[in-house]
Every structure is written in C-alpha cells, then in structure tokens.
C-alpha cells in the first residue's frame, strides 16, 4: 500500500530557530514529491521535487530530495511566527500510460508553532 | 472566480441527514479531485476526475459517499446518513495538465459538523 510518512507531527520552535521536517514514502511509480502549506484551510504549493539531490529553495524555505532513500526535508531557517502552519509533504503519481494527470497521496502532516 | 470555489464553507447537519458539498474548479482545468481532512489529519483521497474518462473512487470509504461531475466541470459530492465520523473539512482541488501535481489548486474547503 502507497504511504507518506510525516515527522515530527508537532513542533514547538522560538523565532529565529531553524527547523527541518521530514517525509519519507513508499509509493509504486513515483512522479513527484510536493510540499505544501496550510495555515486554515486551502493548502497552498510550496515546492515539487522530482530529481535526487537538487535544492530547491524560496527565500528561507528549501527542500531536497533523496529517492534512493525514498524521503525528502523541508529546511526553514531563521523561524519567524508567520511560519506557524501545518506543513504536508505528498507524492504525485501518474495515473496509467504516463500522463500528466495522477493524484496526490499525502502524510499525515507536521504542525509547526513558532513563537515570539 | 479565478480560484477553486467551494460551498457551502460550514455545515452543521443532524446524524442521518444526507448532504451535498459543491465544488467550482478553475475555469478550463479537466481534473478535480476530493479530499477529506479530519482534525489534526493529512488529507486523504476520496475520488479524482478527469476529463471524461470514468472516475477514480478507489477513496470513498463507504456506499454513503457518492460524487458526480456535470459537464465536465461543477461537482457535487453526496454524503448520505452522515454519522459523526463524517465531520471534516472536505476540500476540493482542480488541476490542469501539468508535468508532476503543481498544477494542482486547493479550495478553501467545506467545514462539515455532524452532530
């Protein structure tokens, strides 16, 4: 069975703390890995990660991934409280015959709390 | 609208009652899907549909849970003698062709509270 495993599910950080996050998966015909955020309700599109080894990175956010591990960290430095939000790492897989179109499996997520 | 609408955004319904949630995918995007997040959960899929190919309903936990899409583009899912278990935040996302799920764009949800 597909999964995508999330950890820490909670952390509690001070501002200016750097944090990483982790998501490990098992999935049959792996496309992608994304990140997402979500602060109410809409996750909004963080970072996809298809290559081994390549960072990405948006200001203090990065993200790398490993596939011969099978995980990916998601890295923010410098915590400020506007980064307080539940983190969720999921795995695109395309739907038979390759194409564009597949769907997302996500873990179970990290709540991150970042106070003043 | 430019994004994923979804309504109604909060729904209190009585064990037993059947509901409907609605979901307005961007404009010209051939791909929806259905998500349920319980409190304090990652999502977890319930149905996918794209273009007019027949749906993926490998995630619908029960034959309480039913979803249609009309014309290719609203679509309503029915959650029949809703129990308490049921009370969750039902999202809602639309995708057009894309190279590896970046293309996929989130609702804001229907919060559903059955009590």
């Known amino acids: 069975e597909d999964k995508v495993v999330q950890s820490p599910l909670s952390l509690v950080v001070h501002e200016g703390d750097t944090v990483t996050l982790n998501c490990s998966y098992e999935v049959t015909n792996f496309r992608s890995l994304l990140w997402y955020k979500q602060e109410k309700k809409a996750p909004t599109f963080l970072f996809m990660l298809t290559s081994s080894g390549i960072e990405k990175k948006s200001g203090r956010l990065s993200s790398i991934l490993d596939k011969k591990e099978l995980f990916s960290i998601l890295n923010i430095t410098a915590t400020q409280t506007g980064d307080s939000a539940v983190y969720l790492c999921?795995?695109?897989?395309?739907?038979?015959?390759?194409?564009?179109?597949?769907?997302?499996?996500f873990g179970q997520g990290t709540i991150l709390t970042v106070h003043p | 609208g430019a994004g994923v609408s979804q309504s109604p955004s909060n729904k209190v319904t009585e064990k037993g009652k059947d509901v409907e949630l609605r979901c307005d995918p961007i404009?010209?995007?051939?791909?929806l899907y259905w998500y349920r997040q319980s409190l304090g959960q990652g999502l977890e899929f319930l149905i996918y549909f794209q273009g007019n190919s027949a749906p993926d309903k490998s995630g619908l936990p029960s034959d309480r849970f039913s979803a249609e899409r009309t014309g290719g583009s609203v679509s309503t899912l029915t959650i029949q003698r809703t129990q308490q278990e049921d009370s969750a935040v039902y999202l809602c996302?639309?995708?057009?062709?894309?190279?590896?799920?970046?293309?996929?764009?989130f609702g804001e949800g229907s919060w559903l509270t059955v009590v």
């Open positions: 404009s010209g995007h051939t791909a």
């Open positions: 999921a795995v695109f897989y395309p739907n038979a015959g390759g194409t564009s179109y597949g769907k997302l499996t």
């Open positions: 996302a639309s995708s057009s062709r894309g190279t590896g799920g970046n293309t996929i764009y």
